[in-house]
């Protein structure tokens, strides 16, 4: 079945450095959703990706699709100590079925 | 408007028990996914009901059943609890599976001692 691996699985930095997550499907991705999960929380959507090559931008935040629909990236400039959580990206086959898979996530620590 | 509510938040039940939970999705969406959490295995789906209608269905075992009913409310239910049940039940639902964004309710803390 499809498969949806992120790496790295945990990422500490300092509070002001940069931090990126990538996401890579075993399957071809009708669409690519990123959701941040915070300590004690529940996933709370980010965005959502569709076209190949995309990229999208959220104050901080950039959002890549690759341009084979199996690859995804999300990176975080100078982060904040409020960007602490772990960050899933979810993936729809092109099968069919409408499954949103998740990925394994990328649990973020920021250290002042 | 009303977010997605799942009831209990926490619940401990003894191996060999049952269990029901309870999802009530954001008005007006018709698809709800549930998926089971723990700190080893992430995010794993279980199912997912659209119109009262089981659609998808991850990889667990018979022990783990759903229904949705006509108001899109969802229940799942865990029969002959297993130590490894332990674990965050999410509920999430959506306008359309997959190609809208889902909202996630708080979900239900399960303990199995």
């Known amino acids: 079945g499809q498969q949806v691996m992120q790496i790295p699985q945990y990422q500490h930095v300092q509070e002001g450095e940069d931090f990126t997550t990538y996401c890579n499907s075993s399957?071809?991705?009708?669409?690519i959703q990123w959701y941040k999960q915070r300590p004690g929380g529940h996933p709370v959507f980010l965005i959502q990706l569709v076209k190949s090559g995309e990229v999208k931008k959220q104050k901080r935040l950039t959002f890549q699709f690759g341009e084979a629909k199996k690859n995804s990236s999300l990176h975080i400039t100078a982060t904040q100590t409020t960007d602490v959580g772990t960050y899933f990206c979810?993936?729809?086959?092109?099968?069919?079925?409408?499954?949103?898979?998740f990925g394994t996530g990328t649990q973020l620590k920021v250290e002042l | 408007k009303a977010g997605v509510t799942q009831t209990p938040r926490y619940l401990i039940k003894t191996r060999g028990q049952q269990v029901t939970l309870s999802c009530s999705p954001i008005s007006g969406h018709r698809s709800v996914s549930w998926y089971q959490q723990t700190p080893g295995q992430g995010l794993q789906f279980l199912f997912e009901?659209?119109?009262?209608?089981?659609?998808n269905k991850g990889n667990f075992p018979g022990r783990f059943s759903g229904r949705q009913f006509s108001n899109s409310r969802s229940e799942m239910n865990v029969s002959t609890l297993e130590l490894g049940d332990s674990a965050l039940y999410l509920c999430?639902?959506?306008?359309?599976?997959?190609?809208?964004?889902?909202?996630f309710g708080q979900g239900t803390r399960l303990t199995v001692v």
């Open positions: 999430a639902s959506s306008l359309l599976t997959g190609s809208t964004e889902a909202f």
């Open positions: 009901y659209f119109s009262e209608t089981q659609r």
């Open positions: 979810a993936g729809l086959s092109t099968g069919g079925g409408n499954k949103l898979t």
């Open positions: 399957t071809t991705l009708s669409n």
